[in-house]
């Protein structure tokens, strides 16, 4: 059982930069997939940002591609998103997520691990 934790959250400006991470207890998050997941209110949770952890590759969400960028840390516990040119419509519950394949997918429905979410709010 691994148990996921985001920080990182918080209000910022348009324009304005964030970064979220995701950490990992219990056990490492192995080499299966992780990702990044958004639900903001009134809405479905919608993809962000995957990354496979067995050959490096990402992928990102079209309206985050070329602004946000998903990373690992060195220790196979750690995950983060670094959030640049944030728009309000990025607003929303951030959640991390452990897949339960090893390539990373964008479907809610692959993810068998989640956090309990750290809010982001972009003010115009």
């Known amino acids: 059982q691994v148990q996921l934790v985001e920080s990182g959250g918080g209000l910022v400006q348009a324009g304005g930069s964030l970064r979220l991470s995701c950490a990992a207890s219990g056990r490492t998050f192995s080499s299966y997939a992780t990702g990044w997941f958004r639900q903001a209110p009134g809405k479905e949770r919608e993809f962000v940002a995957a990354v496979s952890w067995s050959d490096g590759n990402t992928y990102y969400a079209d309206s985050v591609k070329g602004r946000f960028t998903i990373s690992r840390g060195n220790a196979k516990n750690t995950m983060y998103l670094q959030m640049s040119s944030l728009k309000p419509e990025d607003t929303a519950v951030y959640y991390c997520?452990?897949?339960?394949?090893?390539?990373?997918?964008?479907?809610?429905?692959?993810?068998?691990?989640w956090g309990q979410g750290t809010q982001v709010t972009v003010s115009s």
């Open positions: 997520g452990q897949s339960r394949y090893l390539y990373a997918t964008t479907r809610y429905h692959d993810y068998n691990y």
